[in-house]
């Protein structure tokens, strides 16, 4: 058993439902049933953005680019947010990506 607890997150105020790591290992993605989306710096637990919640429905899953400077998230409002760490006002919004609610968003490689 190697595993422990480093931190506890405590900003959102709703169940967490998804979590990812980046890739470069810098960030840790957090979306949570109240439609908001926080990301995290690692190196010392402090929140880098956590203005995007843009959401109606509970985030279900999150998922980043392979070169780690973007996030997709997939919500029960049946749409897809793909947000940039380098533009963090602009966002492309995926209506109706999947009747029921998207569950899962994956990233292919280039």
């Known amino acids: 058993d190697n595993l422990k607890e480093i931190n506890v997150l405590e900003r959102h105020t709703r169940q967490v439902t998804s979590l ?21 710096d690692v190196t010392n ?3 880098v953005e956590e203005s995007w919640c843009f959401h109606t429905g509970s985030i279900k899953s999150v998922a980043w680019s392979p070169d780690s400077s973007r996030v997709a998230t997939g919500s029960l409002d049946q749409c897809v947010f793909v947000w940039s760490l380098a533009e963090r006002l602009n966002r492309v919004r995926i209506p109706n990506a999947h009747r029921g609610g998207v569950n899962a968003v994956s990233w292919l490689d280039d």
Do not use: T, V
Not at 22 to 36: C, F, I, R, V, W
């Open 45 to 47: 637990w402090s929140i």
């Open 20 to 40: 990812a790591f980046s890739p470069d290992g810098k960030y840790l993605a957090s979306g949570d049933q109240k439609n908001e989306l926080i990301i995290w």
